[in-house]
């Protein structure tokens, strides 16, 4: 198995790991599919980048093809690749547009560029004219992001280049929500009404506004498709609201030592916390090299992360570092946890929203950083 993040992985026993990720497809699946029963007849795609948010591209697109998927979006053309091998015939957009002379390898793996300027516009559509025939791609309007895209006015302007427009296939016209999460940002109004009057200009081509926040704002802009991608690997689309989607990742690290540390010594780099007594600790064979990101530490003057052991939360003690984790487990049973046995960092409660809040992140950047050092466990999907 290879990783467009993190490269070349041999494959981890789960005896000799130091962590065990879990991840089920089959919530992956159920995911997709309450999504989908939310938009009505818009159409819901998957955004599987980042090797699908850090869980697999192969094992996600195969899942999501076969509960009903028929269109993915990644960020770059090496993973439309992997996309295109587990879905022949799926539709594949590539987010990060068309970089120059690339675009004979997005016509070899039949990949549709998101263009975002007028310069990839003309380069795709002298490609067509070329001998490419019109080829199809999506158009990305700028209704505020000020990332990618092109601004309102000139997408309103580029309707009427039939020059243009004529050598390739406009087959979606999208465009990126600010403030999806936050409901009651006026900008997501402004947003709405900014691509609908882009949309009106491009008549007959389907259109894309929600990701997966913008699925359950109020004015329900689901256009022609939904482009989720962080709801389908568990992530909370309604921060402010329950958690209306399934866990998909489980990650267990195991404890490799136990010891007693005493009153006033410290635990980890530079010191950064004191026992205040005598303590247990354990140490966990997972470290920032694994994805699970420094900032999670914790200090006497700052609380960190923290581990289910035994069923009992447990804070962690001292600095993450690259290969190892500390937690002060002295509020578990002394018999109740034995060096070799695992506990649980992400799952049992701990959401991948909690768990970034304590990193002082998101858990979309917890997600992603998960390492390929553990050994990978894929519960099947039932479709």
């Known amino acids: 198995m290879t990783s467009a993040a ?22 992956l699946v159920a995911n997709w599919r309450a999504l989908a029963a939310r938009v009505g007849s818009a159409e819901t795609a998957a955004v599987v980048k980042a090797d699908a948010y850090g869980i697999g591209i192969e094992q996600a697109v195969s899942a999501l093809y076969g509960a009903g998927c028929r269109t993915f979006f990644v960020a770059h053309p090496v993973e439309g690749r992997r996309v295109r091998a587990a879905a022949p015939d799926a539709v594949i957009y590539v987010l990060n547009g068309l970089l120059p002379g690339t675009a004979a390898a997005y016509r070899a793996h039949d990949l549709r560029p998101v263009l975002g300027s ?10 067509c004219r070329a ?44 465009s990126h929500l600010v ?30 506004l929600a990701n997966s926040s913008g699925i359950f704002l109020p004015q329900a802009p689901h256009f022609d498709l939904v482009r989720p991608g962080y709801a ?47 303590r247990r600790i354990a140490t966990l064979s997972v470290g920032y090299a694994d ?3 420094r900032t999670a530490s914790g200090t006497n003057l700052k609380a960190g992360g923290e581990a289910v052991v035994a069923g009992v939360r447990c804070p962690f003690a001292g600095r993450i570092s690259m290969d ?51 050994h990978r466990r894929y519960l099947p999907a039932t479709v």
């Not at 007028?118 to 490609?127: Q, T």
């Not at 199809?136 to 280049?161: F, K």
């Not at 403030?179 to 389907?206: L, T, Y």
């Open 291 to 293: 994805g699970y990101l």
């Open 131 to 174: 001998g490419a025939g019109r080829l199809p791609a999506a158009l990305h309007v700028d209704t505020g992001m000020n990332r990618l895209g092109l601004r309102v006015e000139a997408a309103v302007q580029l309707a009427e280049n039939t020059e243009l427009l004529g050598a390739f296939t406009p087959s979606l016209v999208m």
């Open 6 to 27: 993190h490269g070349p992985c041999p494959a981890v026993g789960e005896d000799e790991a130091g962590g065990l990720l879990t991840i089920d497809l089959a919530a």
């Open 232 to 278: 389908l690997y568990g992530g909370n689309p309604t921060p402010e609201r329950a958690n209306p989607m399934r866990p998909v990742v489980q990650l267990e690290a195991r404890v490799i030592q136990l010891r007693w540390t005493p009153d006033g010594e410290t635990v980890g780099y530079n010191g950064h916390w004191t026992a205040q007594g005598r």
């Open 324 to 374: 190892l984790i500390t937690l002060d487990v002295s509020a578990v049973p002394e018999g109740a946890i034995q060096r070799g046995d695992k506990v649980t960092l992400i799952g049992n409660g701990l959401t991948i929203d909690e768990v970034g809040k304590r990193a002082g992140t998101i858990g979309y950047e917890i997600l992603t950083s998960l390492g390929r050092r553990y």
């Open 179 to 208: 403030s999806a999460e936050e409901p009651d940002d006026p900008i997501n109004a402004r947003q709405i009404a900014a691509f609908s009057h882009v949309r009106e200009r491009f008549a007959g081509v389907p259109a894309s």
């Open 118 to 127: 007028l310069e990839e516009i003309e380069e795709w559509a002298a490609f």
